[in-house]
Every structure is written in structure tokens, then in C-alpha cells.
């Protein structure tokens, strides 16, 4: 059965770090795309990040522009795992924020209507 397990958000303060994992279990990561999206009360589902599918040093990632440069995505896939680094997190960064897999390989645009298999989401809220 696939599953898809979101873990690390919680309560940071503004400038802090936080780095989220989602485990994947029921098949190989080794085929799909993974995505980092996020959603705020009252806003729509908008993604943070993907990786393209392959396992390696090379593999390709986008960030949103709000995150570049702030935000790491990146991918094990020996144990399923995929994970973002966030830093010098703001308040807007305040979201619920779920991953997600895509078989053909949209990592590019990290749109979320491209993936599926969503996990339930982690919480992060960033305030002082």
C-alpha cells in the first residue's frame, strides 16, 4: 500500500530552520518526481520544490522564487526518503506543506496538479 508521511514541521521562530522528511513506502522512489508543495489558510496549494526522478549528485530541482536560495530539496532514494532544508524561514513560509510523487517526471514547473499520492501534510509556522 503507498504511503506517503510528512514529518519535521512545527513552530520556529522567524530566521530559524526546519527540515521536513517524507517517507515513502509501497514502491521505489527510483521512478518518480518529488514534489515539496505547500498551502496557507485561505490561499491555494502552490509548489515549493521538486527533484527530477534520477538518484543522483545531478539530479535537477526548481524552487519557487520565494524559496530560492533559502529552501534544499533532495532525495535518498536507498531510503525512500525525501526531504527539504528549510532556512532562514520567514513568516509567510506558514503553511501546511506536503509531498507528493509524479511518474513522468514534471519536475520542472513543480506544479501541483501534475502529482499525486499526497501525504497529509506537516504543519510549519514561523513566528516570534
Known amino acids: 500500500q503507498l504511503q506517503l508521511v510528512e514529518s519535521g514541521g512545527g513552530l520556529v521562530q522567524p530566521g530559524g530552520s526546519l527540515r521536513l522528511s517524507c517517507a515513502v513506502s509501497?514502491?521505489?522512489?527510483?521512478?518518480?518526481?518529488i514534489g515539496w508543495f505547500r498551502q496557507a489558510p485561505g490561499k491555494e496549494r502552490e509548489g515549493v520544490s521538486c527533484?527530477?526522478?534520477?538518484?543522483?549528485?545531478?539530479?535537477?530541482?526548481s524552487y519557487a522564487g520565494s524559496v530560492k536560495g533559502r529552501f534544499t530539496i533532495s532525495r535518498d532514494n536507498a531510503n525512500n526518503t525525501v526531504f527539504l532544508q528549510m532556512n532562514n524561514l520567514k513568516p509567510e513560509d506558514t503553511a501546511v506543506y506536503y509531498c507528493?510523487?509524479?511518474?513522468?517526471?514534471?519536475?520542472?514547473?513543480?506544479?501541483?496538479?501534475?502529482?499525486?499520492?499526497w501525504g497529509q501534510g506537516t504543519q510549519v509556522t514561523v513566528s516570534s
Open positions: 527533484i527530477s526522478m534520477s538518484d543522483s549528485s545531478d539530479s535537477a530541482t
Open positions: 509501497g514502491l521505489s522512489l527510483d521512478y518518480y518526481a
Open positions: 507528493a510523487l509524479d511518474p513522468f517526471d514534471r519536475w520542472k514547473l513543480c506544479v501541483f496538479s501534475d502529482f499525486e499520492s
